[in-house]
Structures are given as structure tokens and as C-alpha cells.
């Protein structure tokens, strides 16, 4: 199983980045899926989550209104659309797949992929 993310940088206050995640050797549309993010020092948080089919998604409180999370399971391929960037959003975001967890507890995910550092400065 292999997830690669990609599409962190550095972004201005106020601005727009939208993370990818490959996804291999699992069955990808029967799979939960979900974001995650850490800073040194703190412990790894949730910040979505979407069901297999899509028809479900969790938000944590601080990115509601901000970022969306959505996938293509044709293309194996989760998203995380985040608009209105602080930078106090600055970490490396993770993805994760798990077949029976939903939420966004990072202890109930099997699979996990390396991660894509997010700065948000001026």
C-alpha cells in the first residue's frame, strides 16, 4: 500500500493550496480517507475525512467554511482544497485510508503516507 502526497508549499496569509493523494495496492473506493496534520513538538490532529462513496465528510472546527476535501475514485486520488490559508494552518499534512474507521482520530487509520509540508508566512 502506498500513499504519496503532494502539493504543499509555501503560501501567503489568505491564500490557496490543494494537497493531492495517490493511493496504490489498496482498494481505494471502499476506503475511508482522510487528512491530517502535525507540527513538531504537538500531536498529529484530524482535519477531514470523507467516506468511500463521498457522500459524507467531517471537518475539524478551525477549517470548516475553509478547506473541502473530495476524491476521485477513478483516479485513486483524494484532495484537499484549502482556501483562506493562516498561519496557524502551517504543518506537514498527511493522508490516510482505512476500510472501517470514520472520523478523525488519527489511532483508527491503518495507512498512512509521508506527508507534504504546508507554510503559511508573509
Known amino acids: 500500500v502506498e500513499l504519496a502526497e503532494t502539493g504543499g508549499g509555501l503560501v501567503q496569509p489568505g491564500g490557496s493550496l490543494r494537497l493531492s493523494c495517490a493511493a496504490s495496492g489498496l482498494t481505494f473506493d471502499l476506503r475511508t480517507m482522510g487528512w491530517f496534520r502535525q507540527v513538531p513538538g504537538k500531536e498529529r490532529e484530524g482535519v477531514s475525512c470523507i467516506r468511500w462513496n463521498g457522500d459524507s465528510t467531517l471537518y475539524e472546527d478551525s477549517v470548516k467554511g475553509r478547506f473541502t476535501i473530495s476524491r476521485d475514485n477513478a483516479k485513486n486520488t483524494l484532495y484537499l482544497q484549502m482556501n483562506s490559508l493562516k498561519p496557524e494552518d502551517t504543518a506537514m499534512y498527511f493522508c490516510?485510508?482505512?476500510?472501517?474507521?470514520?472520523?478523525?482520530?488519527?489511532?483508527?487509520?491503518?495507512?498512512w503516507g509521508q506527508g507534504t509540508q504546508v507554510t503559511v508566512s508573509s
Open positions: 490516510a485510508a482505512d476500510r472501517l474507521a470514520y472520523g478523525l482520530a488519527p489511532d483508527a487509520y491503518t495507512y
